[in-house]
């Protein structure tokens, strides 16, 4: 093959559904928004509806269609942006439960689709999605008259879990909801992992699914090998790859190999990053360039036919470590060219 080769493991996706259920006695839905984060959505879905889950979570309302057209009309589909302008007949006719974040949201909601199905977003002090203590306050009794599906907000510093913004989101959430009937939901992944106290009705892992961080047992979720085009030969004193950048201090081996930053691989890794020949890390030398890494595999012992950036001895957080970002970019930014294998359930 002339290009990567991404192996997913929907297995592990459904281990790590079960372990994140395992720790709660509430229901546990599935984040897939953005694709399944980079995995595929309709297939990530249909692993984990075959394992129990009935509702899932997408960013926006369009992202549901691959879902619905896979497992038709029985899972719940809720959309965390809510009913914007222009969702209205995709709301009603793939069945989705709008996440309503504001008044107006509300408003167009009862007035577009009235006696469909939704769920309402509170802002507990992350000031990105959701109504205010007030805005709340003047709709609550309007909207929870309407028996919304569910009553959630999200937190934003779960992921360290003694920063004092998880105790107080939590305040405010209970302040907020504390009495209702309507179901509740704060956790995410890193809200499952504060605790009891955070879970409430429902809980809405995304990363830890995918075996990301903050979950530091999941199971790994995917395999990336790059197959190598060219080893050549290059004298000490060399240069290698655009702007004569890495410079040769020995006579030196070096792999070309299909994939770059086209294919989500940061530029920042140049210089960076290192890939692997079964336990033996190779150094990336010079650019990531769009379509193409340079590596030294002098200390190889044969030619490598491909070489792997993440797998048993580098993970999605590893390589996201090394380019000063997070897990979750990372995977989103998986590319299109990849050759996928998939299997599992």
Known sequence: MSTGLLIIDLDAVVANWRALDAMTDCKTAAVVKANGYGLGAANVAKALFKAGVRQFFVAVAEEAAAIREELGPKPEISVFSGHMAGDTDIIRELGLTPMLNSVEQLTHHLETLPGHPFGVQLDTGMNRLGMEMQEWAAVAELALAQKPRLVMSH??????????????????????????????????????????????????????????????????????????????????GEVVGYGNVWQATRASRIATVSAGYADGIARILSDKATLYHGDTPCPLVSRVSMDLLTIDVTDLTETPKKLTLIGPHQGVDDLAQAANTIGYEVLTQLGDRYNRKTFGK
């Open 155 to 236: 937190l934003a510093c779960a992921d360290e879990p003694d920063h004092p913004m998880n105790p107080y989101q939590l305040a405010q959430f209970k302040k907020m909801t504390d009495g209702i009937t309507a179901p509740r939901s704060l956790a995410a992944t890193g809200g499952i992992l504060l605790g009891p106290e955070y879970h409430f009705d429902l809980t809405r892992p995304g990363i830890g699914l995918y075996g990301g961080l903050p979950f530091a047992q999941a199971s790994p979720v995917i395999e990336l090998d790059l197959p190598v085009i060219q080893v050549r030969d290059v004298a000490e």
